[in-house]
């Protein structure tokens, strides 16, 4: 089953790790930072998704939990990233 992402807006759209890797690295994160942190969202996502679905918002906390446990100064840039887009 292909896991999909609930929108704010309520559309469905197809998970994307690369977007999460985009996004890290556009706060600042290394390649690998991103590919960690994508990889691990990724692998908690596929666990937690109800009927294959996740909500947007959940994966943007979860994107936030680990990038703290990482580096918090690349966790507060995508936070901060996040807001504005």
Same mark, same amino acid.
């Given at each position: 089953?292909? %896991?999909?992402?609930?929108?704010?807006?309520?559309?469905?759209?197809?998970?994307? #790790?690369? /977007?999460?890797?985009?996004?890290?690295?556009?706060? @600042? @994160?290394?390649?690998?930072?991103?590919?960690?942190? =994508? %990889?691990?969202? =990724?692998?908690? #996502?596929?666990?937690? #998704?109800?009927?294959?679905?996740?909500?947007?918002?959940?994966?943007?906390?979860?994107?936030?939990?680990?990038?703290?446990? /990482?580096? /918090?100064?690349?966790? @507060?840039?995508?936070?901060?990233?996040?807001?504005?887009?």
């Amino acid at each position: 089953m292909e %896991l999909k992402v609930l929108k704010k807006a309520g559309k469905l759209e197809a998970f994307s #790790a690369d /977007k999460i890797k985009k996004g890290v690295m556009k706060a @600042g @994160g290394t390649a690998k930072l991103a590919g960690d942190v =994508a %990889l691990s969202t =990724a692998n908690w #996502a596929k666990e937690t #998704a109800k009927e294959g679905v996740v909500s947007a918002v959940d994966i943007h906390s979860k994107v936030l939990e680990l990038l703290h446990d /990482k580096d /918090k100064e690349i966790a @507060g840039k995508f936070r901060s990233f996040v807001k504005k887009h």
